[in-house]
């Protein structure tokens, strides 16, 4: 896998110098704030590290964990109907389901939210629909790997699109989370030769990336509610339509395939109002990293289901979820009040920390 590990390494070689490059910047700029601190009388209060899960990231975790469990059930009601179909009925019945415990706040639906679901429930249906498509020619652990790559990419649009650089504890982070999902990937999902299906993977996981910033960009403008049903309706509506291009064959009536929508639409439902009210206040790149422990629920799951995972891949597991309490990490004095707390937290948020 040498162009996986080399693209890995040169990714946090340029995340980690951009951080102390800024840093070092920053510390240019205050030359008075520092002569000044010097020349107080010195006191040196210890700090201490802590770590602290906001509610919405403790929200993010739970949605995680529930994500992860998705997988097993969407595994066994492939064997009745083929994906396009299934995703589609999913979100279906997710969208009706968010639909009916927000009708009434439906009808004050603006343009900006009808533009911002539109846009996330595109994202939605390109990061499943060319997965999928990409899946037919290429293997499931290149798919894997190639898939991973949004985690990358979400630090690197957020600097772009939303202009808030990452932080040095998250960009950190993220190279370890992406660096377990190659593990979890295995030894044959790293190795890449730019074929059609490996093409149209990567503009899932870029896709995927999207919808993160996405909802980022608009989770202060838009009721989560409104949002949420607009998004679900428009990436069921692009999966019934993708049918056609991938000449997928509908499937005859099952009652699992409905009682399995049922149950995904509804934690779909559950998925969606999560993150879009979650990433109101945590950013782009905190969620990636707790949604990196996607695989590692679903192999949770896997395992008490009776399946089992290589050692190597155990190893990616531990590494995401190391890469979470990094990204966590803040370093605090004692003394300091609790206004000083909430004020530096909220700017870290808008630095994308």
């Not at 210890?46 to 949605?63: C, G």
């Not at 846009?119 to 894997?144: D, E, H, R």
């Not at 990567?202 to 607009?230: F, H």
């Not at 979650?278 to 009776?306: D, N």
């Amino acid at each position: 896998m040498p162009g996986a590990w080399n693209f890995c390494a040169l990714y946090c070689s340029l995340i980690v110098t951009a951080q102390y490059t800024a840093h070092f910047a920053q510390i240019v700029r205050r030359p008075l704030r520092v002569r000044k601190t010097m020349s107080q009388p010195t006191c040196k209060p210890n700090t201490r590290v802590s770590l602290r899960l906001s509610k919405a990231e403790l929200m993010l975790v739970f949605i995680t964990m529930l994500w992860g469990g998705t997988f097993l059930l969407v595994h066994n009601v492939m064997t009745v109907s083929g994906p396009m179909f299934f995703v589609g009925l999913r979100f279906a019945a997710a969208a009706l389901f968010v639909g009916a415990i927000s009708a009434r706040a439906l009808s004050g639906l603006t343009f900006t939210e009808l533009k911002a679901g539109v846009l996330i429930g595109v994202s939605i249906m390109l990061g499943y629909g060319l997965q999928t498509m990409g899946l037919q020619t290429i293997s499931s652990s290149q798919s894997a790997f190639i898939t991973a790559l949004y985690v990358p990419f979400v630090p690197l649009l957020q600097w772009l699109v939303l202009g808030r650089r990452p932080g040095l504890m998250p960009s950190l982070g993220i190279c370890l989370a992406f660096l377990g999902l190659m593990l979890l990937a295995g030894p044959e999902g790293g190795s890449l030769h730019f074929s059609e299906g490996e093409m149209v993977t990567l503009v899932s996981a870029i896709a995927i990336a999207g919808e993160i910033i996405l909802i980022s960009r608009y989770a202060g403008q838009v009721d989560v509610r409104r949002v949420t049903v607009v998004q679900l309706a428009t990436a069921s509506l692009l999966s019934f339509l993708m049918i056609v291009p991938t000449q997928e064959r509908l499937p005859d009536f099952s009652w699992l395939l409905v009682m399995s929508a049922l149950g995904l639409g509804a934690m779909s439902a559950v998925i969606q109002l999560a993150m879009n009210w979650a990433q109101k206040s945590v950013s782009p790149t905190r969620a990636t990293l707790i949604y990196a422990g996607e695989p590692v629920w679903a192999g949770i799951v896997g395992r008490i289901a009776g399946e089992r995972l290589p050692g190597v891949a155990l190893i990616g597991g531990l590494l995401i979820v190391i890469a979470v309490v990094v990204s966590e990490l803040k370093v605090r004095r004692p003394r300091e009040s609790a206004s000083t707390r909430e004020a530096q937290d909220e700017a870290e948020h808008q630095t994308g920390l």
